[in-house]
Nanobody, 120 residues
């Protein structure tokens, strides 16, 4: 089985920083794209940042210049460094990874989510 476990969320003041981590584990053969999404109540989940296994990145416009996504392929882990945080960044953050495992063809797996709260 494949599992994604996130960590690093919490409460921070406006202008502060947080670093999220998401580690994939299990019977993994390969990992392709890894992404971070976020969701606030009543709104659809939105893509915040993504990174290919080659290192190419893309960002939500409001995250550009403040957030940085990176990955450690040896550890099957993706990170999201978030700086200059704003109250509008408050959400539950989820990681997603496209994974080939011993038990299944390529499929998307999601983490359980981690709460990020930015106080005014």
């Amino acid at each position: 089985q494949v599992q994604l476990v996130e960590s690093g969320g919490g409460l921070v003041q406006t202008g502060g920083s947080l670093k999220l981590s998401c580690a994939a584990s299990g019977s993994i053969r390969a990992v392709s794209a890894m992404e971070w999404y976020r969701q606030t109540p009543g709104l659809p989940r939105e893509l915040v940042a993504g990174i290919t296994n080659g290192g190419s990145t893309n960002y939500l416009d409001s995250a550009k210049g403040r957030f940085s996504i990176s990955r450690d392929n040896a550890k099957n882990t993706v990170y999201l460094q978030m700086n200059s945080l704003k109250p509008a960044d408050t959400a539950v953050y989820y990681c997603k990874a496209e994974i080939l495992s011993d038990h299944a063809d390529w499929a998307d797996y999601w983490g359980q989510g981690t709460q990020v709260t930015v106080s005014p």
